[in-house]
């Protein structure tokens, strides 16, 4: 009986644990009861400003790579873009990309006063749906290079967009862009109820007592380059790397006639990398560059001298020029233009040569005209020490063996590398290696 009874437990345990396995087996919605919805797809912002270049292109790719890979409910851009400096292979490649997504992927131009030009509005004719703030600008496509993609109603609508920009309203009343919206959230949402981007979900908030309002309900995923990448794609902008480029220029010119390699050097050579990256990037004219380069050759040239001459309009007037043309297809601010033309012709023509004077550092060609010139000696000048000449101070060292009392009177007799060579108004001591007569002679020739 006893053998029975424990035979009997063994089989309802087993009984009970087979349905317990079958009940925790169930697929995942079979657990889930009738009308509940699955949780909201979550959709990613893609967030694209400034030029359209190799870093952002290649961000676009990865952030549609990475909303398939999450299985997101579409990739909405964020376009606020106004030039394309990708060739047109790679535009091609960005276009086959969006065009072959899996997830949806719309385009936005905002916030407000935002533009969409060049390959980014051809860019923007591929997408699922098209939408545009207030006080938004879209056209100037350029020749249209991606009408293999563009769908056949909106190509035929970029005709005559190739130079000319549009309005917002004229886009919406033209029917190229589906929908006219002030934020990217009523973008997303649409104008009412299931007017939102397909997938993209919504709730009416009626808690507040007052009219009921539509928020979103999908989660939001916003997209940004790194702090890297994003500081490359600034420094690859016109204005900064024009910028760049002038400063690390001028750093390095008056390091250049200093003693020794300081700081200014190092930030010089750092400036003048980066802008060089911008400039290569961007559809640069290689012989207003060259200007820009004979302009601070002409500089350094008149800055050797301590005075401005003809060398300094040369470099003037190839500043000017380069900086006008320096860019092929867009051209740089006034604001900008004032500040590098202005700033560099200012500095280099009256601030450096000060501050190389007073770092004892210009080499000798270009200060012939020193020689001659009369000055005084701020220190005792046994075997060197400083003068000052022509309101500068400059290391010296005594002609010979004649020494030179602080305050004295002081003439420059020659330039031997970073030093002037000077004497005694009177009684200098004749130097073998000067052809000029002395003192005593001259009163006798007199």
Known sequence: MRGVRRRLTLALTLVALAVALLTFARPADAQEPDGVPDAPASFDIVAVSGFLDEIVADFIEQSIDDAEAQESGGVILQINSSATVIDNARLIELAQRISDATVPVYGWVGPSGATAQGGVAQLMAITDEMGIASFAKFGNTGPIVLGDFIPAERAALLDGLESS????????????????????ALFALGPGPGDELPGFDSVIDSTSGEEPVREIASPVRLRKLSLFKGWMHSVASPAMAYLLFLIGAALLVFEFYTAGIGIAGVIGAFCLLLGGY????????????????????????????????????????????????????????????????????????????????TRFGTPTIGREWMIGMMGEALTEVKKDGVVMIDGAPWRAMVNRTTPIAAGDPVRVVAIEGLFLEIEPEEGGARDYREMRPSHDEDAVDA
């Not at 920009?165 to 990217?184: C, F, R, V, W």
Request: charged content about 10%; cysteine-free; hydrophobic content about 55%.
């Open 278 to 357: 911008g400039l290569e990037v961007l559809p640069t004219r290689w012989w207003a560059l060259a200007l820009l380069v004979v302009a601070m050759l002409g500089y350094s040239i008149d800055v050797q001298t301590g005075v401005p001459r003809a060398w300094s309009v040369i470099a003037t007037v190839s500043l000017l020029i380069g900086s006008l043309f320096l860019y092929d297809g867009f051209s740089i601010s006034w604001i900008t233009l004032l500040v590098g033309i202005v700033g560099l012709a200012t500095s280099m023509i009256s601030g450096m040569p000060a501050m190389v004077r």
């Open 165 to 184: 920009l549009i309005s917002d309203l004229d886009a919406l009343d033209l029917g190229l862009i589906d929908s006219e919206s002030p934020t990217l």
